[in-house]
T-cell receptor, first 116, second 114 residues
Framework: DGGITQSPKYLFRKEGQNVTLSCEQN?????MYWYRQDPGQGLRLIYYSQIVNDFQKGDIAEGYSVSREKKESFPLTVTSAQKNPTAFYLC???????????????FGPGTRLTVL | AQTVTQSQPEMSVQEAETVTLSCTYDTSESDYYLFWYKQPPSRQMILVIR??????QNATENRFSVNFQKAAKSFSLKISDSQLGDAAMYFCAYLTSGTYKYIFGTGTRLKVLA
C-alpha cells in the first residue's frame, strides 16, 4: 500500500544527545515536510523539501537539520541545540504543483519524542 | 505573510446534531487552496475536505460541507448528523497556488456527546 511511514512511534533520548527521526514515502511525491505539534499550537513547519538535494527552513528550524538524498526519504535530526525538543513530530508529503490538482498533503502517523 | 485563525479551541455537539467550526485566514493572494484536516486520538491526520479559491461552489463530502466566503476570508466547516467518530482535533489549512508551504491554524477540539 502507498503511504508514509515514520519510525519509531515513540522515542526517548537523554538531554544533550542528537536523535534522528525517520520518514519514508512510496507515493512518488516530490515535496516532503516536517512539522512539530505542541498542545494549543497547531502544526508548526520545521523544514520542507521540494526536490532531492534541496530543502528550505520553515518557521522553527533552529536546532533541527534535515537531508534529502533520495526522493523517498526525508530524515529529521533533532540536535542538542534544540532547547525544548519534547514534542510530537509529523512528516508529510505532497505531489508536484499541477494546475487543477488538489495539492493536498498526506501525513505519516507521527513520532512522539521525549527527551529525559 | 498569510495567517490562519481558528478562534474556537473547543466545541461540543450532541450526537446526530449539526456543528460548525470556524476558520478565517488572511492573504493578499487571489489563487489558493483551503483544507480541513481531522486528527483523531490516533493522531493520524486525515483530509476531510478541500476548496479551491476560484470555485464559487462550496465543497461537500457526505456529511461534511464548507461555507466559503472569499471576500470575508472565511472557511467554516459544517458537520451534519454528528457521530461519535467525529470526535477529533480539526485543523484548517491554507496553501497559495503554485507554492509548497502550507499554513495551519491552531485547531479546534470537537467533542461529540452521546
Amino acid at each position: 500500500d502507498g503511504g508514509i511511514t515514520q519510525s519509531p512511534k515513540y522515542l526517548f533520548r537523554k538531554e544533550g544527545q542528537n536523535v534522528t527521526l525517520s520518514c519514508e514515502q512510496n507515493l512518488n511525491h516530490d515535496a516532503m515536510y516536517w512539522y512539530r505539534q505542541d498542545p494549543g499550537q497547531g502544526l508548526r513547519l520545521i523544514y520542507y523539501s521540494q526536490i532531492v538535494n534541496d530543502f528550505q527552513k520553515g518557521d522553527i528550524a533552529e536546532g533541527y537539520s534535515v537531508s534529502r538524498e533520495k526522493k523517498e526519504s526525508f530524515p529529521l535530526t533533532v540536535t542538542s541545540a534544540q532547547k525544548n525538543p519534547t514534542a510530537f513530530y509529523l512528516c508529510a508529503s505532497s505531489p508536484m504543483r499541477l494546475a487543477g490538482s488538489y495539492n493536498e498533503q498526506f501525513f505519516g502517523p507521527g513520532t512522539r519524542l521525549t527527551v529525559l | 505573510a498569510q495567517t490562519v485563525t481558528q478562534s474556537q479551541p473547543e466545541m461540543s455537539v450532541q450526537e446526530a446534531e449539526t456543528v460548525t467550526l470556524s476558520c478565517t485566514y488572511d492573504t493578499s493572494e487571489s489563487d489558493y487552496y483551503l483544507f480541513w484536516y481531522k486528527q483523531p486520538p490516533s493522531r493520524q491526520m486525515i483530509l476531510v475536505i478541500r476548496q479551491e479559491a476560484y470555485k464559487q461552489q462550496n465543497a461537500t463530502e457526505n456529511r461534511f460541507s464548507v461555507n466559503f466566503q472569499k471576500a470575508a476570508k472565511s472557511f467554516s466547516l459544517k458537520i451534519s448528523d454528528s457521530q461519535l467518530g467525529d470526535a477529533a482535533m480539526y485543523f484548517c489549512a491554507y496553501l497559495t497556488s503554485g507554492t509548497y508551504k502550507y499554513i495551519f491554524g491552531t485547531g479546534t477540539r470537537l467533542k461529540v456527546l452521546a
